[in-house]
């Protein structure tokens, strides 16, 4: 699957069967439970379950109203319904081949002679459109202006020019090029595209082509949202049937092995990523300049744009990283961008092949609870610092206190913070149980829901990079005149490298969705176990550095940890190298 968009009662799937585009619609009949002493399924705290077939979700929807208040029935089940189709159609391990899914990069210019064009008011003129995509590697460009392909800047892909007589004409020869099924996307991406290009896009069709807008959408269904984003409201649209990767949100959400960016402008970020900047025109004063007095380099201009984005999806991978990342937890590549919905399917998926059925997502309490623990730095110059990690704080957190929602011991809340967890007067723990530092104790005699899946990801990772070591061994080996073997061995090494990349973020992800109160697995129980554990052990081992440094450099009470952030101790050395 590409894309699994919900309409009524019908699901309108879109994906690829033995290679070629298919589209479907479908009449889904979701299953939900109850609670029955002759069920053959479980709930997540061992309660039987008996499974009712609803005709429609529609139908599923009215009964789960009509039944929620009765007295003694408990409804159990996923009314997520993209998440269960795909679980049903899809189960177990999906497979997907990167080259058969059409990744269109796109970037509009705009008449900018009056300032910036805002998208939501759509009303300067669409100057030129261009698009590629990683099926036929072609630059297609629509403009108004004089362009000859021959003279291109681009001269390692091929580029088509289409020629349009004015602006209206441009976004119908645009329209009709991108309904073409071979052209369709899957995905689409750009730079900053989901709040400017589509919704100017959008917006301007609609000015000057009313309701052709729809024809970008396979479903015809091209539906307005406003997103709110650092206290500020903005437009976009979701169009049915295509799955939208913005790579500027991309970069933010994966890209951080770069470290934050003073800029996130598409000509700095290229800068940092690739050595390049986008095509100059300081010979002018600014765009609208260039557009008027040199069209055939405001086109190569446009072009330079999208090969920039097409250039950091070949060097990061961030797009292949966010469909191995869908297709694992079983949702749309967008879910990607979240962590609840990704994480709730991942576990919808895990139980239901257990036999386990999910427990209803309700409204959850939730009040303010401590975070990580920061210590203040020492002000001042340090030589010698040395930073520490703990390695995965919270999912080892998790792991070691068997930390789940269905092993909370209802009956057991002792008096505990990280302050009497770390002194010799904490309260006697009850060995059956693990205390955490807020007073809460799990059970310890069946693995949790999630300790196991956090100890499976664990596993699974180990044995993903160790394939991905065999490969690159077998790289260093291969003979390097067989190119069709080296493309076998890289592309081997490049999926192995995403998918332990991908497990690595998701279960970095993991303590976001559980401190969410949307979250179905959302205890705030749970969530404040986890920060102040987290904050008794990374004080723990601010107090074992202090003794051992202490100890080596012949100091007393000499504090050597000069800050602390959560997970990580940052230490001065400086002792030690002066009397080693």
């Not at 598409?266 to 007095?293: F, G, M, P, Q």
């Not at 059925?357 to 730095?377: E, H, L, Q, R, S």
């Not at 010799?424 to 149980?433: D, F, G, L």
């Not at 107090?543 to 100890?551: A, L, Q, Y």
Request: glycine letters at 6%.
């Amino acid at each position: 699957y590409t894309n699994v968009t919900r309409y009524g009662n019908m699901i309108l799937y879109r994906g690829y069967e033995n290679g070629k585009k298919v589209s479907h619609k479908i009449k889904y009949a979701p299953t939900l439970f109850v609670s029955s002493p002759k069920g053959d399924w479980s709930s997540l705290t061992g309660e039987k379950c008996a499974p009712i077939r609803f005709d429609t979700m529609r139908d599923a929807k009215e009964w789960v109203q009509q039944n929620k208040e009765v007295a003694g029935r408990k409804i159990f089940g996923n009314t997520r319904y993209i998440s269960s189709f795909i679980n049903e159609y899809f189960p177990g391990v999906i497979k997907f081949d990167r080259n058969l899914i059409n990744v269109t990069t796109i970037d509009i210019e705009v008449a900018s002679d009056d300032g910036f064009p805002e998208p939501e008011e759509a009303s300067k003129e669409v100057t030129a459109i261009c698009l590629k995509n990683n099926i036929d590697n072609t630059y297609y460009v629509f403009g108004v202006g004089d362009y000859d392909v021959s003279k291109s800047l681009m001269k390692t892909h091929r580029v088509v020019y289409i020629k349009c007589i004015n602006e209206a004409m441009l976004l119908q020869k645009f329209l009709d090029h991108w309904s073409t099924p071979s052209h369709t996307p899957d995905v689409i991406t750009g730079w900053n595209s989901r709040f400017f290009d589509i919704p100017y896009l959008v917006n301007r069709i609609n000015k000057l082509l009313p309701t052709a807008h729809k024809k970008l959408s396979p479903w015809g269904m091209v539906d307005e949202r406003i997103i709110n984003s650092f206290n500020r409201k903005q437009q976009t649209y979701e169009i049915g049937g295509i799955e939208h990767l913005d790579y500027l949100e991309l970069f933010k959400k994966f890209g951080y092995s770069y470290g934050a960016q003073e800029s996130y402008k598409l000509d700095h970020i290229a800068h940092v990523v690739l050595d390049e900047r986008k095509l100059s025109y300081d010979e002018y004063t600014d765009l609208h300049s260039l557009y008027k007095n040199d069209y055939q380099k405001f086109i190569d201009y446009n072009i330079k744009d999208v090969e920039l984005i097409d250039r950091l999806e070949d060097k990061m991978g961030l797009i292949t990283l966010a469909l191995t990342m869908a297709y694992r937890g079983g949702v749309n590549y967008t879910d990607t961008l979240g962590t609840t919905a990704i994480w709730d399917a991942i576990l919808y998926r895990d139980l239901s092949n257990r036999g386990i059925i999910v427990p209803p997502n309700g409204d959850k309490f939730k009040a303010d609870y401590p975070g990580g623990y920061v210590k203040p730095p020492q002000v001042g110059m340090h030589d010698w610092v040395v930073s520490f990690d703990l390695n995965s704080l919270y999912p080892n957190i998790i792991v070691q206190w068997n930390m789940s929602p269905e092993t909370i011991v209802e009956s057991e809340r002792t008096a505990m913070n990280p302050d009497m967890a770390l002194s010799e007067n904490h309260p006697n723990q009850n060995p059956e149980y693990a205390l955490a530092a807020n007073g809460v104790s799990f059970k310890k005699d069946k693995e949790g829901v999630l300790p196991k899946i956090i100890v499976d990801y664990y596993n699974e990772r180990k044995v993903v990079k160790k394939k991905m070591l065999i490969a690159q061994q077998e790289k260093e080996n291969a003979d390097k005149s067989n190119k069709s073997e080296l493309y076998r061995i890289e592309r081997d090494i490049s999926r192995y490298e995403n998918e332990q990349m991908a497990i690595k973020i998701l279960l970095n992800s993991l303590y976001g969705a559980l401190g969410n109160k949307y979250f179905r697995y959302f205890d705030l129980r749970v969530a404040e176990g986890i920060t102040l554990t987290g904050q008794t052990v990374i004080r723990w081992a601010e107090k074992s550095v202090n003794e051992f440094m202490n100890k080596v450099c012949a100091t007393e009470d000499q504090d050597y940890v000069i800050a602390i952030d959560t997970d990580s101790v940052y230490v001065n050395f400086g002792e030690v190298v002066k009397k080693y």
